[in-house]
């Protein structure tokens, strides 16, 4: 495991991300982590965008289409839950982050799109707390490719291994540039933190020593 250099949080927040490339297995990760210590769990509700399936069988023409309507969902997502909870005293664990948006819109728009999502994905974002912790799973593309191919979604047949890997150099350049955050890169490479009980305790105790 690998800690990115750790800086001064902005200001306190108690939520835990949990991220990752598709397929790497934050959500499964996410419910664990949030059973065993009590915290709010937030999962990101990617199957109600009606533009994905699209997106991965014509990239070029629903790129934009698909990318603002995860930011209009994460947004509404995030404000409607977080309005609810007391995070003085919840914690929250999240299988997503709302940088996420921006992370794939770096990689699937062209240059006009892209600068008008940014303009709209700035002014939302201002709005959003940094969280105590972002942790991403690393995982090999090929072992990607197995786990997409396992869970059998039909919407994700149409994933190639360079989307994925484009993905991937989007979320290091995230970490290497984030202010204000701390990160935590994992390498999950021949580990089934899912299935391995070991494996998934020295995850949570990891995790559980960057926090303390």
């Known amino acids: 495991p690998i800690c990115f250099p750790v800086t001064i949080l902005l200001f306190p927040s108690h939520d835990i991300i949990i991220e990752g490339n598709i397929g790497a297995g934050k959500t499964s990760l996410s419910t664990r982590l949030s059973a065993e210590w009590g915290s709010y769990l937030l999962l990101e509700q990617f199957i109600d965008n009606p533009f994905l399936s699209k997106f991965y069988r014509e990239p070029e023409r629903y790129a934009f289409s698909v990318e603002t309507a995860f930011l209009a969902e994460r947004y509404r997502q995030f404000h409607a839950e977080f309005a609810a909870l007391d995070l003085k005293k919840q914690s ?25 999502f940014e303009s709209l994905f700035a002014i939302v974002n201002q709005r959003l707390s940094i969280p105590q912790l972002f942790v991403y799973l690393h995982t090999p593309i090929p072992q990607l490719m197995a786990n997409i191919a396992k869970r059998g979604r039909a919407f994700e047949s149409d994933i190639d291994e360079d989307y994925l890997y484009r993905i991937e150099a989007g979320y290091f350049r995230f970490m290497e540039q984030a202010s204000g955050l701390r ?21 949570k105790q990891l995790m559980e020593t960057v926090l303390s």
């Open 183 to 203: 990160c935590l890169l994992i390498h999950t490479d021949g580990i089934d933190f899912i299935h391995q009980h070991s494996a998934y305790q020295a995850i």
């Open 92 to 116: 929250v664990v999240a299988d997503y982050r709302f940088h996420k948006s921006l992370i794939f819109a770096r990689q699937t728009l062209d240059k006009d799109e892209l600068s008008l």
